[in-house]
């Protein structure tokens, strides 16, 4: 059963004693997942899987959930997908570390949270749009054009170099 307060703190400790070979699949299903403060997914999703190695423990993980996101062109609200794959070992010891630098703690137990908190922040995008044709927002009013026409005259355009069309 998992710790309510660190839902993604697996004890993998049986897995050091275990032949070469052995593995073991964890599956994670969150309503709402904290990876970190102010970094929350819904509909977290997660399988993982630990192989036991001579060098250490092998992490195979696939993970998504919906982020909440301000579009940056008509400011709305929206749910972001994200979905992120990685592969890492928790060494036994120095020799064997990756550049991840992952120990396995001596106490066995790995919480996967820092590791996906990582790997979530790094598929979040730059300049999040509600949908790819995101119309924006009027210059002159402030409308959301995605809801209506104001009937303004849109000039140059979202490029930061659509005002050297005005010169030309």
Not at 8 to 28: A, H, M, Q, V
Not at 65 to 81: A, D, H, I, S
Not at 133 to 153: A, Y
């Amino acid at each position: 059963m998992a710790n309510p307060r660190h839902p993604l703190r697996l004890n993998i400790g049986f897995l050091i004693k275990s032949p070469i070979g052995t593995s073991r699949d964890f599956n994670f299903d969150y309503e709402k997942m904290n990876l970190g403060e102010e970094l929350t997914l819904a509909n977290f999703l997660c399988k993982a899987r630990f192989d036991r190695t001579p060098q250490g423990l092998v992490l195979q993980a696939d993970f998504e959930g919906q982020l909440e996101m301000e579009c940056v062109c008509c400011l709305t609200l929206f749910e972001q997908p994200l979905r992120s794959s990685l592969t890492e070992l928790y060494a036994f010891d120095q020799r064997s570390m990756s550049e991840s630098n992952l120990l396995v703690p001596e106490n066995g137990q790995i919480d996967l949270e820092p590791l996906l908190r990582e790997y979530a922040l790094l598929e979040i995008p730059i300049k999040p749009l509600c949908k790819p044709d995101c119309k924006g927002l009027c210059p002159v009013c402030g409308e959301d054009l995605n809801l209506n026409d104001c009937g303004h005259v849109r000039l140059g355009s979202r490029s930061p170099l659509g005002a050297i069309g005005d010169f030309l």
